[in-house]
C-alpha cells in the first residue's frame, strides 16, 4: 500500500501572507488533487494535475496556484491569506477514478 | 453552478432501519459515480462506485441505485448501525484525463440511534 503525506498538518498565517501548503504521495500515480473542505460546503476542488508539470483548474482556483514539478510531490499555494480562508484542505491522488486522501492541513489565518 | 447536489443535508435513523441518501447531477457526459464516506476526525474514503453500464450495485448492506433518465442515484444503507454514522459525499467524473476531476456533493451527516 501506499501514503499520502500533506505538510505542514495546521499552518498558522496572517491576513495577506502567502503560504504553501505540500503533499507527496508514493502509490505512483499520475492525477493529483486539491480540494477544499468547509462545514457544510462539501469538498471543491481547487487544481489537479494528470501528470508531471501538468496543472488544471477545478471550480476554486482563484487566489491559488499550485505546482507539479515532480510526479510524486503536489504543492499548493494560497497567494494572500484571507480569514475566511480557514478550512481544511485535502490533497488526494487517484488511480481508476478512485481517490485517496491525505489527512488534512488545517489553514488558520489570524 | 452546482453540478452534483445531494440531500438530504442530515438523516437521523434508527439501528436496523434503511438510510437513504440522494444525489442528482447535470452533466450528462458523467460516467462513474462514487459515493465516500468520512469518519470525524479522517478523511474521506470511497465505500462504493457504479458506472452507467448498470442500474444497480451492492455491496453487503450498501446499494447503489441509479436512473440514467432522471439522473439521479441514491446510496440505500440497509440494516443501518451505529457505526454507520459518519457524512456521506456523492460524487461524479467524466472518463480520463482531464475529465478526471471528481466533482463532491456537499454531503449528508448520518446518524444512526441505538
Known amino acids: 500500500g501506499g501514503i499520502i503525506t500533506q505538510t505542514p498538518k495546521f499552518l498558522i498565517g496572517q491576513e495577506g501572507q502567502k503560504l504553501t501548503l505540500k503533499c507527496q504521495q508514493n502509490?505512483?500515480?499520475?492525477?493529483m488533487y486539491w480540494y477544499r473542505q468547509d462545514s457544510g460546503k462539501g469538498l471543491r476542488l481547487i487544481y489537479y494535475?494528470?501528470?508531471?508539470?501538468?496543472?488544471q483548474k477545478g471550480d476554486l482556483s482563484e487566489g491559488y496556484d499550485a505546482s507539479r514539478e515532480k510526479k510524486s510531490s503536489f504543492s499548493l499555494t494560497v497567494t494572500s491569506a484571507q480569514k475566511n480562508e480557514m478550512a481544511v484542505f485535502l490533497c488526494?491522488?487517484?488511480?481508476?477514478?478512485?481517490?485517496?486522501f491525505g489527512e488534512g492541513s488545517r489553514l488558520i489565518v489570524v | 453552478q452546482q453540478q452534483v447536489r445531494q440531500s438530504p443535508q442530515s438523516l437521523t435513523v434508527w439501528e436496523g432501519e434503511t438510510a437513504i441518501l440522494n444525489c442528482s447531477y447535470e452533466?450528462?457526459?458523467?460516467?462513474?459515480f462514487p459515493w465516500y464516506h468520512q469518519f470525524p476526525g479522517e478523511s474521506p474514503a470511497l465505500l462504493i462506485a457504479?458506472?452507467?453500464?448498470?442500474n444497480k450495485k451492492e455491496d453487503g448492506r450498501f446499494t447503489i441505485f441509479f436512473n440514467k433518465r432522471e439522473k439521479k442515484f441514491s446510496l440505500h444503507i440497509a440494516d443501518s448501525q451505529p457505526g454507520d454514522s459518519a457524512t456521506y459525499f456523492c460524487?461524479?467524473?467524466?472518463?480520463?484525463?482531464?475529465?478526471?476531476?471528481?466533482?463532491f456533493g456537499k454531503g449528508t451527516k448520518l446518524s444512526v440511534k441505538s
Open positions: 488526494a491522488s487517484s488511480i481508476s477514478n478512485t481517490l485517496y
Open positions: 502509490f505512483n500515480h499520475d492525477t
Open positions: 494535475s494528470i501528470t508531471e508539470n501538468d496543472l
Open positions: 452533466d450528462s457526459t458523467f460516467d462513474y
Open positions: 457504479i458506472r452507467p453500464v448498470s
Open positions: 460524487a461524479a467524473s467524466g472518463r480520463g484525463g482531464s475529465n478526471a476531476k471528481l466533482t
